[in-house]
């Protein structure tokens, strides 16, 4: 099974999934799924970054120079948080700006409730539309 990534960005940013890639990062602007000021979904940015089912960004290089990335948050250290789904569980990792993002095999399991449910129905809606377009 492919990893999916979803992510979302603050002046800390994050993202999330990794069958499919969602993220957002920090100072943007709220998306359809009412990320916090500050935030910038960057989901589409990271999907096309993922290949070979992986997904790897290098630590030493900012996120926020990657294409559909911006810096939301000039002045404040920046995070990237991604929620991916493997092997069908859902699980999340957040690292800095210039830190290693390797996935699958780094994160942890999603384990409130609340998330993984919002998770779960961000994916369904995009797997829906995405064979409606095939």
């Known amino acids: ?18 069958q499919e890639i969602s993220s957002s990062s920090s100072s943007g602007g709220a998306a359809d799924h009412e990320l916090p000021a500050g ?10 970054l993922v290949q070979n089912s992986k997904l790897e960004l290098h ?15 000039p ?13 069908r569980q859902l699980f999340e990792k957040v ?3 210039m830190e290693l993002l390797r996935l699958p095999g780094a994160g ?14 961000k994916y369904r809606s995009r797997f829906q539309q995405q064979a409606l377009q095939q």
């Not at 603050?10 to 999934?17: A, L, M, P, V, W």
């Not at 290089?61 to 990657?66: C, D, M, R």
């Not at 002045?75 to 493997?86: D, P, R, S, T």
């Open 95 to 97: 690292v800095g700006d």
């Open 39 to 48: 935030w910038l979904d960057v989901t589409d940015a990271l999907q096309y």
């Open 108 to 121: 942890e399991p999603v384990v409130e409730a609340a998330v993984a449910d919002r998770l779960w129905a």
């Open 1 to 18: 099974q492919q990893p999916t990534a979803n992510g979302t960005g603050s002046s800390g940013e994050r993202s999330s999934s990794m």
């Open 75 to 87: 002045q404040g250290e920046k995070e990237l948080y991604v929620a991916y789904c493997y092997k």
């Open 59 to 73: 630590a030493g290089i900012s996120k926020t120079g990657l294409m559909g990335f911006a810096d939301v948050a």
